[in-house]
């Protein structure tokens, strides 16, 4: 689990107590989450660090202004995406009687994370949970 992912989970532990315990594999949701979340910041910080740089900025002064970029893109992912978790039905989901093969858990897989970008963080989160639990 990322750094991103320990931390949610820190964080849903103390803001919503029984919100976390209603989660059967928390280690599984939360390393999704945190991978979501990581690939969120890249991207927000990856924009912003395109933007003009100001004139006679000194080495010191872009590295200030890029830490600062980067830790305003991880604020942003974190609390936008533990929103959505925390608003979001309990990721529970019931197995069917009948479980599919190992080789098409991770046809599902696949075809899942590559619909990732259209689907709420907490939509791709229970249904890779819910994937997750088939292997068990």
């Excluded at 803001?15 to 209603?22: L, N, Y």
């Amino acid at each position: 689990m990322n750094k991103y992912g320990t931390l949610a989970m820190q964080r849903v532990q103390a803001e919503s107590t029984e919100r976390f315990r209603q989660i059967e594999y928390p280690e599984t949701v939360f390393e999704a989450l945190g991978e979501r979340i990581a690939t969120q910041v890249d991207k927000v910080a990856t924009l912003l660090e395109g933007l003009p740089v100001p004139e006679n900025e000194t080495y010191l002064e872009r590295v200030g202004r890029l830490n600062a970029i980067r830790m305003q893109a991880e604020d942003a992912a974190m609390d936008e995406t533990l929103e959505e978790f925390l608003a979001s039905p309990s990721p529970a989901a019931d197995l069917d009687e009948e479980l599919p093969s190992r080789e098409r858990i991770d046809e599902l897989i696949a075809d899942l994370q590559s619909r990732e970008e259209l689907m709420s963080s907490e939509e791709f989160v229970a249904e890779l949970y819910r994937l997750q639990r088939l292997y068990r």
